[in-house]
């Protein structure tokens, strides 16, 4: 959180400065704090990282819910209609009848 909430600043303040040199300046800047101005970022992130988790978990929720309301919502299988039993054609008739197989 810190670095971009002073990213922008700091490109701000060095125009055409190469992004390395950026993310330098914005680590010493983030070493020169106090641990007081540090625990405030570092509540800040805590926050967002809970908020971020409760997202997930609703998400999840919600992905699940949808998957069994699909599944619910499924027409039901159709059943098979097992063997057919159509009756033979003649000639299968006309070999069974004379002993041929």
Do not use: C
Not at 36 to 42: T, W
Not at 58 to 87: C, D, F, H, L, T
């Amino acid at each position: 959180l810190f670095s971009a909430d002073v990213r922008k600043i700091t490109m701000d303040e060095n125009p055409g400065v190469k992004f390395g040199e950026i993310s330098r300046i914005v680590a010493e800047r983030w070493r020169q704090m106090t641990d007081a101005d540090k625990q405030v970022y570092a509540e800040r992130a805590k926050k967002v990282n809970e908020e971020k988790e409760k997202e997930e978990i609703r998400k999840e929720a919600e992905r699940i819910r949808m998957e069994e309301e699909r599944k619910r919502n499924q027409p039901p299988p159709v059943p098979s209609p097992g063997p057919v039993n159509a009756p033979p054609s003649p000639l299968a008739r006309a070999r069974h009848d004379s002993g041929l197989k």
